[in-house]
C-alpha cells in the first residue's frame, strides 16, 4: 500500500562523500518535492519537479542535486556532504502544482541521513 | 511572501484533555489549508484540509476550520489519547504560484499526552 517510497530508511555517509537518496511513488503525480528537514524544525523545500522540469529554490545550496529519469523515480544526489547536511530528507508527491487544483501533498518516511 | 505561523510548542497534556493549537497565516492568493502530522522517526502525514473559506476539515477526532475573516485555521480535538503525542504542522498552499504546488509550513509544534 505504500505510495511514497524512500530509501534507505537510514543512512550514514562519510564527510565530502557522495550520497544519493531515492523516492518512488506509485500514485502516478506529476510533481515531486525534496524537503530538507533538521531537528525540531519545519520541512524546507529543496526543489521539485514538475513533470521533468526541475525547479530549484533560490536558497538551495549547490551541493545539493536531483534527477527524476521517470515518473515514478526521483533521486537526491549530495555531491559533498558536511556536517551541516545532517538531517531528515523528505519526499512527497502531489497530483498537479498549478492553479486552483491544490491537492495535498503526500510524503515518503523519509531518510534520516548522518554525516561522520 | 506567504507564511504561517503556530504556536510554539511543547504542549503536555493528560489523557481525555481538550487540545487547540492555534494556526494563523499570510498569502496573496486564496490558499489551501492543511494540518500535517508527524510521529518520531516518520514522514508527514496528512491529518485534514480545507480548501476554501468556512470549510471545516475533520479526521480522527480532530477539526480545524478555514476562517478567512481571522486568516486562521486552528486544530482542535475534544480528548486526546498518548497516541496523539507528535509534531503537528500547519500548512498553506497558495494557488497563484507559478509552479509547484509548494507547500508553506508553519513551524511545527510538538504535543505529549501523558496517561
Known amino acids: 500500500d505504500a505510495m511514497v517510497i524512500q530509501n534507505p530508511r537510514y543512512q550514514v555517509t562519510q564527510f565530502g562523500k557522495p550520497v544519493t537518496l531515492s523516492c518512488s511513488q506509485t500514485l502516478n503525480h506529476n510533481v515531486m518535492y525534496w524537503y530538507q528537514q533538521k531537528s525540531s524544525q519545519a520541512p524546507k523545500l529543496l526543489f521539485h519537479?514538475?513533470?521533468?522540469?526541475?525547479?530549484n529554490e533560490a536558497d538551495t545550496p549547490d551541493n545539493f542535486q536531483s534527477r527524476r529519469p521517470n515518473t515514478s523515480f526521483c533521486f537526491l544526489d549530495i555531491r559533498s556532504p558536511g556536517l551541516g547536511d545532517a538531517a531528515m530528507y523528505l519526499c512527497?508527491?502531489?497530483?498537479?502544482?498549478?492553479?486552483?487544483?491544490?491537492?495535498?501533498?503526500?510524503f515518503g518516511q523519509g531518510t534520516r541521513l548522518t554525516v561522520v | 511572501g506567504d507564511s504561517v505561523t503556530q504556536m510554539e510548542g511543547p504542549v503536555t497534556l493528560s489523557e481525555e484533555a481538550f487540545l487547540t493549537i492555534n494556526c494563523t497565516y499570510t498569502?496573496?492568493?486564496?490558499?489551501?489549508l492543511f494540518w500535517y502530522v508527524q510521529y518520531p522517526g516518520e514522514g508527514l502525514q496528512l491529518l485534514l484540509k480545507a480548501t476554501k473559506a468556512d470549510d471545516k476539515g475533520s479526521n480522527k477526532g480532530f477539526e480545524a476550520t478555514y476562517r478567512k475573516e481571522t486568516t486562521s485555521f486552528h486544530l482542535e480535538k475534544g480528548s486526546v489519547q498518548v497516541s496523539d503525542s507528535a509534531v503537528y504542522f500547519c500548512a498553506l498552499s497558495d494557488p497563484i504560484k507559478a509552479a509547484g504546488n509548494k507547500l508553506t509550513f508553519g513551524g511545527g509544534t510538538r504535543v505529549l499526552v501523558k496517561p
Open positions: 512527497a508527491t502531489s497530483r498537479d502544482g498549478t492553479g486552483a487544483l491544490n491537492t495535498e501533498a503526500f
Open positions: 498569502a496573496t492568493g486564496y490558499p489551501s
Open positions: 519537479y514538475y513533470d521533468k522540469d526541475f525547479n
